[in-house]
């Protein structure tokens, strides 16, 4: 079936540098992916739509210049949390749909634990 | 604005004991309800998607139902296996952002041996 890979699954950095998670279809073309943010013990905060070859759509409260979205081709979008802080600190998860199969699940990737210190 | 509702936040059963999770949602127009478990320090794992109200679907020891306000996700003689946070979600119809999903806040469910 359709898979979404993420990568790193976890990174630390410093405080004040940046950092870039990847997002991948392996099966299929994704024009849409998302990006999404969870907290310990809450659930998934939608933090942007990252669309290919357009500016991404953000959420309202989430800074664009902060989450830098790229999404140039049809297979990965990157996103990349720069000058991070330590209330940066999360797990940050990217999905996307099959636009081929607009009647089936959203696949997500493993996730990314970013830790900032 | 779309909202998800999930209850109870955390549930402990005996290996066994059946239960159910309970999704309430208001959405301006339902394209799909979404069923996922996550297991700590990982993506969601998808599990169901329920389109209209009276749809059920089972897989295994689950069973998902939809109404019009809500969705169950029955759990009959759980394993300790099949412990992990269960999230509910929903798409609404229209929009601009195809695929875009709202969550519940999940429910923890730990079956005990």
């Known amino acids: 079936g359709a898979v979404v890979s993420q990568h790193p699954s976890w990174v630390i950095c410093k405080s004040g540098t940046s950092v870039k998670i990847e997002c991948r279809s392996l099966?299929?073309?994704?024009?849409?992916m998302f990006w999404y943010r969870q907290f310990p013990k809450q659930s998934l905060m939608l933090m942007a739509t990252?669309?290919?070859?357009?500016?991404?759509?953000?959420e309202q409260g989430v800074e664009k210049d902060k989450f830098l979205i790229n999404h140039a081709s049809l297979t990965l979008s990157t996103l990349t949390v720069t000058s991070a802080h330590p209330e940066d600190s999360s797990f940050y998860i990217c999905?996307?749909?099959?636009?081929?199969?607009?009647?089936?699940?959203?696949?997500f990737g493993q996730g990314t634990r970013l830790t900032v210190v | 604005e779309d909202q998800v509702t999930q209850s109870p936040e955390a549930l402990r059963l005996q290996e066994g004991e059946s239960s159910s999770l309970n999704c309430s949602y208001t959405?301006?127009?339902?394209?799909?309800l979404f069923w996922y478990r996550q297991d700590p320090g990982k993506g969601p794992e998808f599990l169901f998607t329920?389109?209209?109200a009276g749809e059920e679907k089972e897989k295994e020891r689950l069973k998902a139902t939809l109404t019009k306000k809500e969705s169950f996700l029955h759990i009959t003689a759980p394993k300790p296996e099949d412990s992990a946070t269960y999230l509910c979600a929903v798409q609404a119809a229209g929009g601009t952002s195809y695929g875009k999903l709202t969550f519940g806040q999940g429910t923890i469910l730990t079956v005990h041996p």
């Open positions: 990252s669309n290919e070859g357009s500016k991404a759509t953000y």
């Open positions: 999905s996307a749909r099959d636009p081929g199969h607009p009647n089936t699940e959203a696949f």
């Open positions: 329920l389109y209209s």
């Open positions: 959405v301006s127009g339902l394209r799909g």
């Open positions: 099966d299929f073309q994704a024009t849409t």
